[in-house]
């Protein structure tokens, strides 16, 4: 039986803190590991947008800017760039011939759920026996959500800036005795 675990939280409470460190753990485990991140990209100290980086090559593309950018897909401040999103998701559907033991995703959320190729891949590896551990939008609203969070298999943990070390070794937990670590 496979793990699924969703990480859900306010905005900034360390969702994607969390998930590095998980990623991290998992990665000297020396497990095949896949999936994204979305790294934020400052300048200073301030927020100019995210990229979204695989776990596997180490390629990073653009997600998200502020700007005079031209995109089809704008989330308050943030230009989003669906088509360099959707270079990750074609590395991960290429994945089927590979051994894949835990999926990451940082995150499923408004800005990549504008990629009906992502919520494509979303259904799909929800319903397989491959490992997931995702970050999602607390107050996300999109039937996505609904779908993924109707799996028998998930655990939905919340994180906040002071749970995050519990939460941390509550999922370690929960992998080990689900025997994936």
Same mark, same amino acid.
Request: hydrophobic share 40%.
């Given at each position: 039986m496979s793990v699924k675990i969703l990480i859900t939280g306010p905005p900034r409470c360390g969702k994607s803190t969390l998930i590095s460190k998980l990623i991290n753990f998992c990665s000297q485990k020396e497990h095949n590991i896949y999936g994204f991140i979305t790294p934020e990209v400052k300048n200073d100290d301030r927020r100019l947008g995210f990229d979204v980086q695989e776990l596997?090559?180490?390629?990073?593309?653009?997600?998200?800017?502020?700007?005079s950018y031209t995109t089809q897909f704008k989330l308050g #401040?943030?230009?989003?760039? %669906?088509?360099?999103? =959707?270079?990750?998701?074609?590395? /991960?559907? +290429?994945?089927? *011939? #590979?051994?894949?033991?835990? %999926?990451?995703?940082? =995150?499923?959320?408004?800005?990549? /759920?504008? +990629?009906?190729? *992502?919520?494509?891949?979303?259904?799909?590896?929800?319903?397989?026996?491959?490992?997931?551990?995702?970050?999602?939008?607390?107050?996300l609203h999109h039937p996505l959500k609904k779908f993924v969070?109707?799996?028998?298999?998930?655990?939905?943990?919340?994180?906040t800036r002071e749970n995050q070390e519990f939460v941390y070794q509550n999922i370690i937990t929960a992998l080990k005795q689900a025997n994936k670590i």
């Open positions: 596997d090559t180490k390629k990073r593309y653009k997600l998200a800017r502020v700007g #401040k943030y230009h989003v760039f %669906i088509e360099e999103f =959707e270079k990750i998701i074609s590395h /991960l559907d +290429s994945l089927d *011939f #590979k051994p894949v033991d835990i %999926i990451f995703l940082d =995150e499923i959320g408004k800005m990549e /759920l504008y +990629s009906e190729k *992502f919520q494509n891949f979303i259904r799909r590896i929800f319903q397989t026996n491959i490992n997931i551990i995702a970050t999602i939008g607390q107050k969070l109707s799996n028998p298999n998930i655990k939905l943990f919340t994180v």
